[in-house]
């Protein structure tokens, strides 16, 4: 059983305090390829997150990933973005995360192991003639 993206969408309420009072429009969320584009990070563009992209897209070997009817989604570069943006760039920050060696969150704190015993050493005073 694959993995199946819900759908993001986007819901504008303008407050008393703005210039539309009352206004509200529900908008879907933007495919990656809809988000490059959108903040201009295209083909060309050289940029980091262009690149980080690119990259992603081209490594991507296999997925669970499927679309709205239950058939698999192939791990091609077009499809990666033909994804939603959140998705796919929560994936690709993971995959640059393992890369970098990054660890995952650590399961249970370890338990408190109280004060170290060199706290609880007495200590005697010295003597005035060693204290000199």
Known sequence: MGYQHKPKNIVL???????????ECTLRGLTLGE???VIGIDEVDNNAIGRMLDRF???????????EHG??????????LAQDKDLMLKAAESWIDAI????????????DGGLSP????PMDVLSP???S
């Open 129 to 131: 003639s060693l204290a």
């Open 35 to 37: 988000y490059r584009e």
């Open 71 to 80: 058939r698999p989604v192939a791990p091609t570069p077009e499809a990666v």
């Open 100 to 111: 970098h060696g990054v660890p995952a969150p650590l399961g249970q704190s370890s338990p």
């Open 118 to 121: 060199e706290v609880s050493i």
């Open 13 to 23: 309420r303008f407050d008393e305090g703005s210039d539309y009072p009352g206004f």
């Open 57 to 67: 897209s081209t490594a991507l070997i296999s997925w669970n990933l499927e679309n």
